[in-house]
């Protein structure tokens, strides 16, 4: 049975950070590539970062640039997405996603609220 569990989030004042980590199992963790989209409220799911499967190549949307950091253990199943100096605009919810050619895998995805 695939399971992508996502946790860490929380409310955050404006500059504050958060650690979201998502732990997956029922397939070959390493062999996917893993990704984290968020969705604010009335707004579609939306790309944020992207590791390889190796851990070799990073990818960010422009808006997180330098303030989100993606990273993964492979050895615990894990992808984390380390998020620094937020913003009231980064306030969704936030999902991992596993990827591998066809097969995805959706988390059921962790509330992140920035506001003072």
């Known amino acids: 049975q695939v399971q992508l569990v996502e946790s860490g989030g929380g409310l955050v004042h404006p500059g504050g950070s958060l650690r979201l980590s998502c732990v997956a199992s029922?397939?070959?963790?390493?062999?996917?590539?893993m990704r984290w989209y968020r969705q604010a409220p009335g707004k579609e799911r939306k790309f944020v970062a992207a590791?390889?499967?190796?851990?070799?190549?990073?990818n960010y949307i422009d808006s997180v640039k330098g303030r989100f950091t993606i990273s993964r253990d492979n050895a615990k199943n894990t992808v984390y997405l380390q998020m620094d100096s937020l913003k009231p605009e980064d306030t969704a919810v936030y999902y991992c996603n596993a990827l591998s050619g066809r097969e995805t895998y959706w988390g059921q995805g962790t509330q992140v609220t920035v506001s003072s």
């Open positions: 029922g397939f070959t963790f390493s062999s996917y590539a």
């Open positions: 590791i390889t499967s190796a851990g070799g190549i990073l």
